[in-house]
């Protein structure tokens, strides 16, 4: 007996802690476990891709949900202001981005907005975004690469503390120095081997929203629903095909004599109305299939199911919008778009959007197309932007109006903000005003 229960004369109990998540016995058997990221990523990463892949083309939930995540996170394209303390200078930059936007892409296919929802499909997708950029006397080019192609058979460690994992290559630090990218042809149908080629870090681009610390390849955002999905979609074929089971509407003649005689007779057909007069002995029945009983609310159960997994509101995955109105869509809308801006502000802009805008200005500056003296001094001013997405639509843009304009008189915002979320430069639009209200002024 210790000494504290000799001075209190009582022995309490031995306690056991422990959290219930973690027990054994007959509620924990059958439960998964996750181990640590990197290892899992690098064994479910090809199969949760092409599953989603799949979905994505053939499920017409899945399809929806794609398409608005990828329109929620970019929308027609999030464009940039630069952050230099001269407008004339900001005007310049802006200018020179917005040029070098039309020929961003290294196909030739697109623009650069267009090369943002390539980016940002992808990662809903996949999980993840490679692009390569290539430098060219016009500057910067962008090529959206299949994730697969980043090797993910190319797993080994390196002398000096270096190490590759799924193509992907840490120096000493743990920071990215290269990837080992597949030299294989977009349009590529025959399989063929080729060993992935070496490239530096500043030349590739590779967007995903971690889900651990020192995660290093991405996992399809389609992961918590393709098993659902999937059950999902026979769930639809098994009703669909009960349905039609029912429509088969069929009488059968029976023999209440029990003789064995062959029915020789016309064989009677419904018709409205009809009275129709069987032979002596026959009777009829009509077969009664069962139908799914609730059938309706539980494919909605399934549809919410799908929709969190997603993290979309309902009607962005159903389009359902039976009992909405204005408060109920915006309440379902403002967790969904906070969402939205933090991948935006803590994924697309640092992994994508800012190291695009730094070669673009660093190339004209130094090929001279950007005048810009103080450079030298001051780069940062020059290569860093602020990146504004395109305002949300809103459901009463009236409301949404009045309220910019109330933050605005409030000094809780500024016309530069307000401006680039519509898509717009401030400096454009203000010569665009001024050149309208020029001649009416005149003519006054």
């Not at 199969?47 to 989603?52: E, F, H, M, P, Q």
């Not at 267009?114 to 910067?140: C, F, R």
């Not at 120096?171 to 149908?189: F, H, L, M, S």
């Not at 080629?197 to 929203?209: A, D, N, P, T, Y």
Request: with cysteine; net charge negative.
């Amino acid at each position: 007996m210790g000494i504290w229960q000799r001075i209190l004369g009582t022995v309490e109990p031995v306690q056991k802690r422990r959290f219930d998540g973690a027990a054994g016995g007959r509620r924990g058997w059958g439960m998964g476990s996750f181990g640590r990221i990197n290892p899992e990523t690098a064994a479910a990463g090809p199969a949760l891709r092409s599953r989603a892949s799949y979905l994505a083309m053939n499920n017409p939930w899945i399809s929806q949900a794609v398409a608005n995540w990828t329109g929620a996170l970019v929308g027609p394209g999030i464009q940039p202001a630069a952050k230099h303390p001269d407008s004339a200078t900001r005007k310049a930059l802006n200018r020179y981005f917005a040029d070098w936007c039309s020929r961003a892409d290294a196909e030739g296919r697109t623009d650069f907005s267009g090369l943002q929802v390539a980016v940002a499909d992808s990662m809903v997708k996949a999980g993840e975004a490679l692009a390569l950029i290539s430098e060219t006397a016009d500057g910067p080019r962008l090529r959206i690469l299949p994730p697969e192609l980043l090797d993910e058979s190319k797993s080994v460690e390196l002398s000096d503390g270096r190490a590759i994992f799924s193509g992907v290559e840490l120096d000493a630090t743990g920071r990215r120095a290269a990837y080992w990218i597949v030299p294989e042809r977009p349009g590529k149908v025959w399989v063929t081997y080729a060993p992935s080629i070496r490239v530096e870090s500043e030349s590739v681009l590779h967007v995903f929203k971690p889900l651990a610390p020192g995660q290093l390849r991405g996992v399809s955002w389609l992961a918590p629903v393709i098993l659902p999905a999937s059950d999902f979609d026979k769930l639809c074929d098994a009703l669909l095909k009960g349905a039609q089971v029912a429509a088969m509407h069929a009488g059968f003649i029976t023999d209440l004599n029990g003789n064995g005689e062959p029915y020789d007779g016309e064989t009677p057909s419904l018709e409205p109305g009809a009275l129709i007069r069987l032979p002596n002995g026959t009777d009829i029945k009509f077969n009664s299939p069962q139908q799914a009983q609730q059938a309706a609310e539980f494919m909605k159960l399934n549809l919410r199911q799908l929709a969190a997994g997603l993290g979309l509101p309902d009607h962005l995955l159903s389009g359902d919008l039976t009992g909405a109105n204005y408060s109920s869509l915006r309440a379902g809308l403002l967790p969904f778009r906070q969402r939205v801006e933090q991948v935006q502000y803590t994924v697309l802009v640092p992994q994508f959007l800012a190291p695009v805008w730094r070669a673009v200005i660093l190339h004209g500056v130094l090929s001279g197309d950007l005048d810009a003296p103080d450079f030298e001094g001051n780069p940062e001013a020059y290569l860093l932007a602020d990146w504004l997405p395109p305002a949300f639509m809103q459901v009463d843009p009236m409301k949404q109006v009045q309220a910019d304009a109330a933050e605005l008189e409030a000094g809780l915002t500024s016309r530069r903000k307000l401006v680039a979320a519509r898509g717009w430069v401030i400096e454009d639009l203000d010569a665009e005003l001024a050149a309208e209200r020029g001649p009416a002024n005149e003519g006054q």
